[in-house]
């Protein structure tokens, strides 16, 4: 095929104004010889300065679905290989997967074959639910040794290890609408705070004035920390390291976050404490299909100590397991 020999020190330049002018055929992966980088050439050359030669390349697997190449090299039973699990969490360099049962025997293959593929330092696998108060994974390492990373999501950089504290990217669309509020002047408790999943989207995107984050797993306190220092907002969030019913004050929030499931309902009456006449609650919760938005507003009710209060916004979050939604009701305290 038709390349374009050009010397190693031009070559990046030359590669981008090929695909900058869709000159770069795609389909083959760029060679060397000697001193010289073979470019894959669709069309005429546009550089007569770089001589056009004939030469053998590889083809380009980067538009081939990985679950194709991770197919091709992973040691298991051909009949099987349909199983392979489409759909990851990539958290920096660590992946996290789930796998049927019949792939279990199969399983360090499999993660060492997506490591290879997706360039991962580290495979877990989600073996079930996070569970506790402290919210904890409940994973197993196949491949790799190093589980903390770095993970930039949105402009924001989250420090953790996913071995040790949940991080969810399933919450993605929530953590994007409460960077795009506007908090400027307010003082914000996130009562379930984590390593600072809507915490930092509200201290650096929303800029609130103050987030009190609450936490009470000491390994998702340490990661808080250090990820408000990360992001430059260590003069913005003020860290309760406890249960957050044991969060002193009252009627001092002009807003109050409530990123949790299942139980969030049990925690309403402190949410509506701390909340001032006009402020916002963004309650998380989970609910049955056939009780939206009912079942929530009832919580709330019974949650609310007889204040006064207005449903301003129901919304899915994502779909938690069969017939039950985890949903976000907004609510303004009157």
């Known amino acids: 095929m038709k390349v374009i020999a ?6 990046d330049d030359v590669k981008d104004r090929l695909n900058r002018m869709r000159r770069m055929d795609l389909n083959w992966r760029p060679g060397t010889e000697g001193g010289m980088v073979l470019l894959p050439l669709k069309g005429e050359n546009p550089f007569p300065q770089y001589p056009v030669v004939e030469a053998e390349l590889e083809p380009q697997d980067r538009h081939r679905p990985p679950q194709e190449r991770i197919a091709e090299i992973v040691d298991m039973p051909e009949e099987l290989k349909a199983l392979l699990p489409e759909k990851y969490e990539r958290l920096g360099h660590v992946l996290v997967i789930r796998l049927p049962k019949e792939l279990m025997p199969y399983r360090r293959s499999i993660a060492e074959a997506y490591a290879q593929v997706l360039r991962a330092g580290a495979v877990l696998l989600e073996k079930g639910i996070i569970h506790g108060t402290e919210r904890l994974p409940d994973v197993e390492l196949l491949f790799g040794e190093e589980t903390e990373t770095t993970h930039l999501e949105s402009g924001i950089r989250y420090r953790l290890d996913p071995a040790k504290v949940m991080f ?21 408790v996130d009562m379930f705070a984590g390593i600072g999943y809507f915490t930092m989207p509200l ?7 103050k987030v009190i984050a609450c936490e009470i797993n000491p390994v998702s306190v340490g990661y808080l920390k250090e990820n408000a220092e990360l992001n430059g907002v260590t003069d913005v969030v003020e860290v309760f390291h406890g249960d957050n019913r044991d969060l002193p004050g009252e009627g001092f929030a002009d807003r109050v976050v409530m990123g949790y499931v299942n139980i969030t309902w049990q925690f309403l009456p402190k949410a509506f404490s701390l909340v001032r006449s006009g402020g916002i609650i963004h309650y998380q919760d989970t609910c049955s299909i056939d009780r939206i938005p009912d079942g929530l507003i009832d919580n709330i009710r019974k949650g609310s100590g007889g204040r006064p209060f207005e449903v301003l916004g129901v919304k899915e979050v994502k779909a938690y397991a069969p017939s039950i939604s985890h949903m976000v009701v907004d609510v303004r305290v009157l």
Request: glycine share 6%; aromatic share 2%; net charge positive.
């Open 203 to 209: 201290a650096v995107k929303a800029r609130a004035r």
């Open 6 to 11: 050009v010397p190693r020190l031009q070559a």
């Open 168 to 188: 969810s990217s399933g919450n993605f669309d929530e953590k994007r609408r409460m960077a795009s509020l506007d908090c400027r002047g307010e003082t914000v």
